[in-house]
């Protein structure tokens, strides 16, 4: 039988709608353009929201992550005076963090997936979406030996990521763009290691920020960042090894466990937000939909809440002919949208420092100070703080 819903892109966006799908019991294909493999190894986010964990429980899709994931509830801050901890699952709502890596969840997803039924192609990439705003919407996607092939649906997901073919789909005149550049350039690491301390540590340094997360008992990701434009190879492993050492001031709070880097690249921070993140039939979610910048974790995060809404909004139309919930999907998601949008801009400002001695730069400095002793002593701050970084 036909798919009623294709959808594009095989990230944690498009898995998870389309097993929330099939549970619903809507049938849909799931078009990938890379092999099983490879986006079953892409190393990317680690830190599950108590919301995904949640959703993924709710829909049996947590067997991984409740069996492998480790909690995680505190994070310390480390600045020129001293360093403070702050254990943010005793504070707002008491949520924990559960650390699973990207890849392992997108593995039994797609395990999931297809354990159900699910017709899923990797190595098939969609090339071009058609009649949106009519009542026939329809992909073309390429497979492996380069034939072109059309599948029609009565809706298509975009989960294809930031640089897919849905988003290029919506012409420019029916959605607003918001966007913003940080400026600040972040060398994203992979060691081979176990992690150095308990806690996610972010270190303040004039010299740049350098970041700390667990990742699974051998790998442990590393932040450093970088002057924009840095090739992710300017700096050998020892070079690193000794700029993290130093920004996260290993002499006064003890080592780090070196081991070799086994990933690394750039990641700008910039954030965009496309509104609506809906077109006719075509309705855009995870990275598709908008950026956030990595800072505090979010991306993954939103694109759980995202299509756990979309695969609501698909289900009362396809099953209960009731199409109001899906005409409100960018309305229901563009608020929690910004208020990550909002909570990741604000920990950019408490992370970095302008660089530099001109009145500007020395007084948002004196500004990121005065943050974070906001944060090291007000319980309200805190508890603020924490529902928001783990919230969604
Ligand atoms: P994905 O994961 O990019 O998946 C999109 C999928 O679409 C495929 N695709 C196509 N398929 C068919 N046809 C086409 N034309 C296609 N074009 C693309 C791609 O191959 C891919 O498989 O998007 P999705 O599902 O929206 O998920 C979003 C998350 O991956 C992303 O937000 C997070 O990884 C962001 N992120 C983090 N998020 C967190 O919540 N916590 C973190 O700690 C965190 N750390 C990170 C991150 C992202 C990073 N990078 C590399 C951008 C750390 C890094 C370094």
Redesign the pocket.
Known sequence: DAAEVVI????????VLGNLLLGAGVRCTV????SRA??EQ????????ANTVRVLTENGLADGLLKDGRQHDTCAFRTDRGEFHLDYGSLGRGEAHTVYP?QHL?RDLVAEFLARGGDLRFE????GITGITGDHPAVT?QSADGTLHRLSARFVAG???????ARTAVPAGAVRRYRRDHGVT?L?LLAAAPQSMGPVAYAVHEDGFAGH?ARTPDIT?YYLQVPRGESPDARPDARIWADLAHRMRADRHGPLHEGPIVER?T?EMTSDVLDPIQYGRLFL?????G??S?AA???????VMEAEILARGLTAALRGGDEQPLARYSADCLPRIWRAQEFSHWMINLLHGPAGSDDDAVFLRALQQARLESLQTSRRHQDHFAENYVGI
């Not at 594009?8 to 898995?15: D, F, I, N, Q, R």
């Open positions: 594009v892109g095989a990230g944690p966006a498009g898995l078009l990938e353009r890379q490879h986006v892409r190393a990317r986010a680690g830190f599950l929201a990207q997108v098939t990439p969609v090339v996607a989960g294809d990521g930031r640089h897919g073919t972040w994203a997360m990701r690249r990641v979610v995870g990275d598709a939909a950026l956030i990595p974790a979010k991306g993954a995060n939103l694109a």
